[in-house]
């Protein structure tokens, strides 16, 4: 198989990082958190200008036309930023809904908006009792006329604070941990009946706690009773991206880590000179090779037509992927000292930013149980 890039491939990622070297030094990445956005509306304008807010969009609906391989190149370099802002939320999770699930006159509506950097999108998904199960769902949405009124909360809605329009899974029918009766709706964020409090995630992103109060509907996604599959295949997708991002992260934490222990003098010479800390370092690499070769089976499995496959798929990367920057934050940490707590130096953000990665949508030891539980990756 094939795994070198294309020509193309090549100019967006060179084009990415050229503009993430010039913006988004670690100095530049804090002051951009302390904006009222939390994160950089001019960086946003700039992403629009690449193509980066288009990518994964057909190119007649005024998209880049890219695939799971070009968003995975983005989000690796995102991710060596550690970025803050809502790209994920937006172009991944929110382009993959309207990709998969709005109908073609609501594409031409919304698409264009979102590739010009003036709408923003959130997902609504997680409540207080549903942990990392999409299916566990007890905000309801009632038909009302022609249209659906949404009730209940929803919780770490990374860049909810911020966005536009909200896409909620709400309950149309069932109890509340089936997976029948699950419908995904559009919600104006600044309309009535719409309650958003937002606030700082530890790894300085964005992120709100928002409740619907009777808060209407501005369109449906897929099937109102029976959305579930929508959300596996956008979060499979999301997974693919959370991947790359992490490899992006990890790259520079063990590469921090490797530079720091060339100039750090113990015992009269650089501690990158003693064979146990050698070894460590060995072994971070080891683990960032093997995550780096799971963001390439993830890119490829992401497009998976077989859901039940698609999933197991999506669960072997979550499990290596978080093992793997589990380490490799973990180890950078160790081989720092002191300094790596200090929030004035860059590691301890990395070994953050991995953490809430590992955390998104499932860590690691949940998909090795749903691996235990569903017979495996590999049928015996």
Same mark, same amino acid.
């Given at each position: 198989?094939?795994?070198?890039?294309?020509?193309?491939?090549?100019?967006?990622?060179?084009?990415?990082?050229?503009?993430?070297?010039?913006?988004?030094?670690?100095?530049?990445?804090?002051?951009?958190?302390?904006?009222?956005?939390?994160?950089?509306?001019?960086?946003?304008?700039?992403?629009?200008?690449?193509?980066?807010?288009?990518?994964?969009?057909?190119?007649?609906?005024?998209?880049?036309?890219?695939?799971?391989?070009?968003?995975?190149?983005?989000?690796?370099?995102?991710?060596?930023?550690?970025?803050? $802002?809502?790209?994920?939320?937006?172009?991944?999770?929110?382009?993959?809904?309207?990709?998969?699930?709005?109908?073609?006159?609501?594409?031409?509506?919304?698409?264009?908006?979102?590739?010009?950097?003036?709408?923003?999108?959130?997902?609504?998904?997680?409540?207080?009792?549903?942990?990392?199960?999409?299916?566990?769902?007890?905000?309801?949405?009632?038909?009302?006329?022609?249209?659906?009124?949404?009730?209940?909360?929803?919780?770490?809605?990374?860049?909810?604070?911020?966005?536009?329009?909200?896409?909620?899974?709400?309950?149309?029918?069932?109890?509340?941990?089936?997976?029948?009766?699950?419908?995904?709706?559009?919600?104006?964020?600044?309309?009535?009946?719409?309650?958003?409090?937002?606030?700082?995630?530890?790894?300085?992103?964005?992120?709100?706690?928002?409740?619907?109060?009777?808060?209407?509907?501005?369109?449906?996604?897929?099937?109102?009773?029976?959305?579930?599959?929508?959300?596996?295949?956008?979060?499979? $997708?999301?997974?693919?991206?959370?991947?790359?991002?992490?490899?992006?992260?990890?790259?520079?934490?063990?590469?921090?880590?490797?530079?720091?222990?060339?100039?750090?003098?113990?015992?009269?010479?650089?501690?990158?000179?003693?064979?146990?800390?050698?070894?460590?370092?060995?072994?971070?690499?080891?683990?960032?090779?093997?995550?780096?070769?799971?963001?390439?089976?993830?890119?490829?499995?992401? $497009?998976?037509?077989?859901?039940?496959?698609?999933?197991?798929?999506?669960?072997?990367?979550?499990?290596?992927?978080?093992?793997?920057?589990?380490?490799?934050?973990?180890?950078?940490?160790?081989?720092?000292?002191?300094?790596?707590?200090?929030?004035?130096?860059?590691?301890?953000?990395?070994?953050?930013?991995?953490?809430?990665?590992?955390?998104?949508?499932?860590?690691?030891?949940?998909?090795?149980?749903?691996?235990?539980?569903?017979?495996?990756?590999?049928?015996?």
């Amino acid at each position: 198989m094939d795994f070198d890039l294309t020509e193309e491939q090549r100019l967006l990622q060179d084009s990415v990082a050229r503009l993430l070297g010039d913006k988004y030094g670690f100095e530049q990445r804090k002051a951009y958190m302390k904006t009222p956005d939390g994160w950089s509306r001019e960086i946003w304008a700039q992403y629009a200008e690449l193509g980066l807010l288009g990518l994964p969009f057909a190119e007649d609906e005024g998209g880049f036309g890219g695939g799971p391989v070009e968003t995975l190149l983005v989000a690796e370099q995102l991710g060596r930023a550690i970025t803050l $802002e809502p790209w994920l939320s937006t172009v991944v999770i929110g382009g993959g809904f309207l990709r998969n699930g709005a109908s073609a006159a609501l594409r031409s509506k919304l698409v264009p908006q979102v590739a010009a950097g003036e709408l923003l999108l959130a997902f609504a998904q997680a409540e207080r009792q549903s942990r990392y199960d999409l299916f566990d769902v007890q905000t309801t949405a009632k038909k009302d006329g022609d249209g659906w009124v949404i009730t209940g909360r929803k919780g770490y809605v990374v860049h909810g604070d911020s966005a536009d329009t909200l896409i909620v899974t709400a309950r149309t029918a069932g109890g509340a941990r089936d997976r029948k009766g699950v419908g995904v709706f559009l919600v104006d964020a600044k309309g009535p009946g719409v309650q958003r409090r937002g606030y700082r995630t530890v790894d300085g992103q964005r992120a709100a706690e928002v409740e619907f109060s009777g808060a209407r509907a501005t369109a449906v996604l897929g099937n109102p009773e029976d959305g579930l599959p929508l959300v596996d295949q956008v979060v499979d $997708e999301t997974i693919a991206a959370l991947a790359g991002e992490a490899v992006g992260a990890m790259q520079v934490a063990h590469d921090m880590t490797i530079d720091y222990m060339k100039t750090r003098q113990q015992f009269g010479r650089p501690i990158a000179s003693f064979q146990a800390l050698q070894h460590r370092a060995a072994d971070m690499l080891v683990a960032l090779e093997q995550a780096r070769s799971m963001s390439y089976y993830a890119a490829i499995s992401a $497009e998976e037509r077989n859901p039940a496959e698609r999933r197991k798929a999506m669960a072997a990367v979550k499990v290596q992927i978080g093992r793997s920057q589990r380490f490799v934050g973990q180890q950078s940490i160790q081989l720092h000292g002191g300094i790596a707590m200090t929030i004035e130096y860059a590691c301890g953000h990395y070994f953050k930013r991995l953490t809430v990665n590992d955390a998104m949508f499932g860590d690691a030891d949940h998909y090795v149980r749903f691996l235990a539980d569903t017979g495996g990756l590999v049928a015996a």
